[in-house]
C-alpha cells in the first residue's frame, strides 16, 4: 500500500513538474531597418523603474499616447514614422506591448532604440509643425 501512495505521489509531482510554467527569454523589438535608420526628431520611450512611461525625458500621459504619435508623425512619410523604445528588463514586456499595440494603431513603426544605435544624449527641437513646444523635446539623432 505504501508502495502504491509513494508512486502515486511521485506521478503527481512529475506532472505538476512537467506542467510548471518557464517563461523562455524576454522577446526583444527588432533593430531599425531600411529608411527607418534614418528617421530623425523622434520620439524615444523609455520604462523607467517607478513605473510609467518618459517619452524623449517628459513623463507620459497615456490617455494621450495615441493622439501625440498622430501629432508627431501624421505629417511625415510612412517610411519615416518610427519610434524607438529604451526596454527596462526590470519591467514587465507587457508593458513594451502597450507602446508596441499603440504605436502600430497610429501607424507608427516600433524598435529597440539600443539595437538601432540610438543616442543617449538629447538635443532639444524648440518647434514641432512650426509651433512652439514646452511639453515635449523631441530626440535627434547626431553623427548620421
Known amino acids: 500500500m505504501h508502495r502504491l501512495h ?8 512529475a506532472v505538476t513538474l512537467g506542467c510548471a510554467r518557464t517563461d523562455g527569454p524576454r522577446p526583444h ?15 524615444l520611450f523609455e520604462l523607467p523603474d517607478s513605473g510609467g512611461y518618459l517619452v524623449n525625458t517628459v513623463p507620459l500621459d ?3 499616447l495615441v493622439a501625440l504619435l498622430h501629432e508627431v508623425y501624421d505629417v511625415r512619410p510612412v517610411s519615416l514614422r ?4 529604451r526596454d527596462n528588463v ?16 497610429a501607424g507608427v513603426a516600433v524598435f529597440d532604440a539600443d539595437s538601432s544605435g540610438f543616442p543617449r544624449a538629447f538635443q532639444t527641437i524648440p518647434q514641432l509643425n512650426g509651433l512652439p513646444n514646452k511639453r515635449l523635446k523631441l530626440a535627434a539623432r547626431v553623427g548620421y
Open 90 to 105: 526590470k519591467r514587465p514586456w507587457s508593458d513594451v506591448e502597450v507602446l508596441v499595440r499603440k504605436s502600430r494603431e
Open 29 to 43: 523589438l527588432q533593430a531599425a531597418y531600411g529608411s527607418y535608420r534614418h528617421a530623425d526628431n523622434t520620439l
Open 82 to 85: 518610427a519610434a524607438f523604445v
Open 62 to 64: 497615456t490617455t494621450r
Open 6 to 13: 509513494l508512486r502515486l505521489l511521485l506521478s503527481l509531482a
